[in-house]
């Protein structure tokens, strides 16, 4: 997805094979259209189709081609100026090519009258052009309102640091202080980096590798109070630590296993992180042990982190299955699969 940091048009690239494949299907259909709105019964109905799409896709590549050369420029421009000089270009080029197409092949077909021909194609092309205009901006505006949700709901996941964590948090260290001066330094650093990752004004994205440090240091910091009561096993060592992933995906969700689980049995249990690749998608699996009597599991929170992650990957891959939880056998069990190939379809 895009970023706000310089205004971008609401142009799509039309230098890429994906927009210019959907212009050059779309310039088909127009003169399927056309075609069969002048000639439905004809017998000559073939050879209009045939001139028709020739004569539509000229102005449609053209215009993409010229539109791929001017959006580098167009981007710096706010929208009412891309909007208005984008059309003026489309119908300069339909203009060109029409009275090409005219002097070229029209010309000598008795059927065609050149005021009319000119009219007809100027009015279509003028009819289509706004319409295909209209369509990218109000594209562009949803593309807009669906990040800015991202980023909301991303906003409201870093502010979601929980007073009674770090109340715990400096109690423990406050233990530590005397008794193993090491670990209570070890714990404020790891303590200053989940406050930093919580509060830094950044993009809603991050790496495997950055994310798992994250947990990594607030699983210390949980290790510290609970004790003998935590323990952690990780299965993630063939995992591409430089994936892309959204920011503060896992953390909320080693919390929650910790919170509605280990806390919740006198005995603790073990949290078991593990990652697998799989089609071209990276999935993520946190288990751990819950209690029998569910009440007790969620007495804070009302999954409310789960929830929000779901909606966050729903925004940015407009899928609803990548978070899945199972609970069976005494075990909590979320996965989460991300896409590693998601094109952005706002470039």
């Not at 009819?127 to 205009?133: D, E, K, Q, Y």
């Not at 590798?209 to 240091?217: F, M, P, Q, T, W």
Request: aromatic share 8%.
């Amino acid at each position: 997805m895009k970023t706000d940091r310089g205004h971008t048009s609401f142009l799509p690239d039309f230098c890429t094979t994906r927009i210019v494949f959907v212009v050059v299907l779309l310039a088909e259909l127009l003169a399927i259209i056309l075609t069969l709105g002048r000639y439905p019964d004809s017998a000559n109905s073939l050879v209009d189709l045939a001139l028709y799409s020739l004569f539509i896709q000229w102005i449609a590549l053209t215009s993409a081609a010229t539109l791929c050369v001017c959006r580098p420029y167009l981007n710096h421009l706010q929208d009412y100026w891309v909007a208005s000089l984008s059309y003026l270009i489309t119908l300069l080029i339909s203009l060109v090519i029409t009275e090409l197409a005219w002097r070229l092949v029209y010309q000598g077909i008795n059927d065609y009258n050149h005021g009319v021909f000119f009219l007809r194609c100027m009015g279509t092309s003028a009819i289509v052009c706004a319409l295909v205009l209209r369509y990218f901006y109000v594209r562009h505006q949803w593309r807009r309102y669906i990040k800015a949700e991202a980023d909301a709901r991303f906003q409201a996941l870093q502010s979601r640091i929980r007073p009674h964590f770090l109340f715990n948090c400096m109690n423990t260290i406050a233990g530590l202080t005397r008794s193993r001066p090491v670990l209570a330094e070890q714990a404020i650093e790891d303590l200053s980096d989940l406050l930093r990752a919580s509060l830094q004004d950044s993009r809603p994205d991050s790496t495997l590798g950055d994310e798992i440090g994250l947990c990594k240091r607030y699983l210390r910091i949980e290790k510290h109070r609970l004790g003998e009561r935590l323990n952690v096993h990780w299965e993630i060592d063939a995992l591409p630590m430089q994936t892309g992933i959204p920011a503060l995906l896992l953390q909320p969700l080693l919390e929650n296993a910790i919170v509605h689980g280990i806390e919740c049995l006198p005995a603790g249990g073990t949290v078991n992180i593990m990652g697998a690749m799989k089609n071209h998608n990276l999935r993520l699996t946190i288990t751990n042990p819950m209690p029998n009597n569910l009440k007790q599991a969620t007495h804070e929170g009302h999954h409310l982190a789960q929830e929000n992650i779901r909606q966050r990957l729903h925004t940015l891959y407009q899928r609803t299955d990548l978070l899945q939880i199972d609970k069976g056998g005494g075990e909590y069990r979320v996965t989460i699969t991300l896409p590693l190939f998601h094109e952005d379809t706002d470039r």
